[in-house]
């Protein structure tokens, strides 16, 4: 091919997500020498949206909700007809179906599914099974971003092997300060010495912020001048701020809501967690945190065992076991070498594994291999 390979990344929806910011981490920064990015929003743009345009990708949304699935298919149909992509790469359910069928339609000559996630928090119906099994016979790839999801992949989903490529997400160091800072957080009534335990995560039941708070009751006990920071926002609030209160621990909890300084935020703390219980994949806020140079203290769940080094970058712990979370915790809380030595740690893990321009530069090697294939 002797033009650039023009991609098209169809999604739901661009809001504040670890899937949703791979898709604005990835478009912008693909060598425009070799591709055209365009991305196409099915649902409305997502507070995510502007960093495209400003980045100079083009970028549109179609306003279809899931109950008009038949006039978004044909939206999607001709936006196709007119931009001809030699790829279309899909993510969410709706777009995983309606995409590929659209593409189909308009003969584009390759569809790739990107998978984020390492289970359904709902199961699937048998529709959605049949839809996947005949879709696959025009799907040129799938591709994961972690090794963690291949058993899913290939049991629970039915997709072929041969079919699946893993490419890890990134982050772009650059981005990350290791330096100690409190500016972001000056407003949130936390003290200057108050050391600050933060969760960036959705308020989603999967994120499991209960096993959180039962092991900040706990941390609480040990180091009562600890402060916990829970970042992220969802329907699960009321009930999270209702255990606050049963637990006697609403005065040491923090719910800031969603951020766009996350980067900020993490300097002005020591140490993050991700205490989800299922279908955690290869979570952003994670690499951020390690970007940071913050140790992580998270559940041994689907990819973030790829991730963090136990003992070395952070520590990993059960699932749904608080008891287990609030030991590491103030184990990284009552040793400062220690919580530096981590920090350190991680920090050069992204540096040399986990970058975004290791990931990026795996994803344009995938896509072309597509296009060759195809």
């Known amino acids: 091919?002797?033009?650039?390979?023009?991609?098209?990344?169809?999604?739901?929806?661009?809001?504040?997500?670890?899937?949703?910011?791979?898709v604005t981490t990835l478009m912008p920064h693909l060598d425009r020498g070799r591709f055209t990015p365009s991305v196409l929003c099915i649902g409305e743009e997502g507070e995510l949206f502007g960093e495209l345009a400003a980045a100079g990708v083009p970028a549109r949304a179609l306003h279809r909700t899931k109950r008009q699935a038949v006039r978004a298919l044909w939206d999607?149909?001709?936006?196709?007809?007119?931009?001809?992509?030699?790829?279309?790469?899909?993510?969410?359910?709706?777009a995983e179906g309606l995409g590929r069928v659209a593409a189909w339609l308009t003969r584009v000559p390759n569809s790739v599914v990107w998978v984020h996630n390492h289970g359904d928090v709902e199961p699937r119906g048998r529709?959605?099974?049949l839809a996947d099994r005949v879709l696959?016979?025009?799907?040129?790839?799938?591709?994961?971003?972690?090794?963690?999801?291949?058993?899913?992949?290939?049991g629970e989903l039915g997709y072929p092997r041969e079919k699946i490529r893993i490419i890890h997400n990134g982050v772009d160091p650059a981005l990350y300060e290791t330096s100690d800072?409190?500016?972001?957080?000056?407003?949130?009534?936390?003290?200057?010495?108050?050391?600050?335990?933060?969760?960036?995560?959705?308020?989603?039941?999967e994120k499991d912020h209960?096993?959180?708070?039962?092991?900040?009751?706990?941390?609480v006990d040990t180091v009562p001048e600890a402060r916990f920071l829970i970042v992220g926002d969802g329907p699960e609030r009321g009930r999270i701020e209702a255990l606050t209160r049963e637990l006697d621990i609403g005065d040491r909890v923090v719910l800031a809501g969603s951020r766009p300084d996350v980067a900020d935020v993490l300097r002005a703390v020591q140490v993050v967690v991700l205490s989800s219980h299922s279908v955690e994949c290869f979570p952003m806020a994670v690499l951020e945190a390690m970007a940071a140079?913050?140790?992580?203290?998270?559940?041994?769940?689907?990819?973030?065992?790829?991730?963090?080094e136990d003992g070395v970058t952070g520590y990993l712990v059960p699932p749904r076991d608080p008891n287990a979370l609030a030991d590491k915790l103030i184990a990284v809380l009552t040793d400062e070498p220690l919580r530096r030595r981590m920090g350190a740690a991680?920090?050069?893990?992204?540096?040399?594994?986990?970058?975004?321009k290791t990931s990026i530069t795996a994803a344009e090697r995938a896509v072309e291999e597509v296009v060759r294939r195809g």
């Open 1 to 22: 091919m002797n033009r650039p390979i023009r991609v098209l990344y169809l999604v739901p929806d661009l809001r504040v997500g670890g899937a949703e910011r791979h």
């Open 76 to 94: 999607i149909a001709r936006v196709l007809r007119r931009e001809r992509p030699d790829v279309v790469i899909t993510r969410g359910y709706n």
């Open 127 to 129: 529709a959605r099974e």
């Open 136 to 154: 696959d016979r025009c799907t040129a790839a799938y591709f994961g971003v972690a090794n963690a999801q291949i058993d899913y992949m290939t």
């Open 181 to 205: 800072d409190r500016g972001a957080i000056a407003d949130l009534g936390i003290g200057a010495d108050e050391p600050v335990v933060a969760i960036v995560a959705a308020l989603r039941p």
């Open 210 to 219: 209960e096993t959180f708070l039962r092991a900040a009751r706990r941390v």
């Open 293 to 308: 140079g913050r140790p992580a203290v998270c559940t041994a769940v689907g990819g973030v065992l790829e991730m963090v």
């Open 346 to 356: 991680a920090r050069v893990r992204v540096e040399t594994e986990f970058s975004s």
